[in-house]
């Protein structure tokens, strides 16, 4: 939430700029990230651990190197393929397995008011 400046009084204003000023001299007495980094790394490579092994599959690339997360991604379960379940009557070519998102075909018929069961290409099963 952005600071409205405009509506501090002079005492707020001047407590802001004394907070500000406290801020930028701590930062500016830390180190920069990649050396704290390096050390890091360095220490728990000299215990003999990763820091993967230390924090939990957190990546030990710098940030430069890492994707936006640093947190690894699951692998996604892949399915096999799926037989059509429902089948355009004005063009037999069109077919839809049910997942995923509708057809445009098919929501162009259920808009019109039409049931998505019509569709069906074996309804006993």
Do not use: H
Request: aromatic fraction near 6%.
């Amino acid at each position: 939430m952005p600071l409205d400046i405009e509506a501090l009084t002079p005492k707020e204003l001047t407590a802001l700029i004394n907070q500000a000023k406290k801020r930028k001299t701590t930062l500016s007495k830390r180190k920069p990230i990649a050396q704290a980094r390096k050390r890091v790394m360095q220490a728990a490579k000299n215990e003999g651990y990763t820091i993967a092994e230390l924090f939990g599959g957190a990546s030990a690339a710098p940030a430069e190197s890492r994707t936006r997360s640093s947190a690894p991604r699951k692998a996604r379960k892949t399915t096999g393929k799926v037989a059509p379940k429902y089948r355009n009557p004005e063009n037999p070519n069109e077919t839809w397995t049910g997942r995923g998102r509708q057809p445009r075909w098919l929501t162009a018929f259920t808009d019109a008011g039409r049931n998505r069961d019509e569709f069906l290409i074996n309804p006993e099963g």
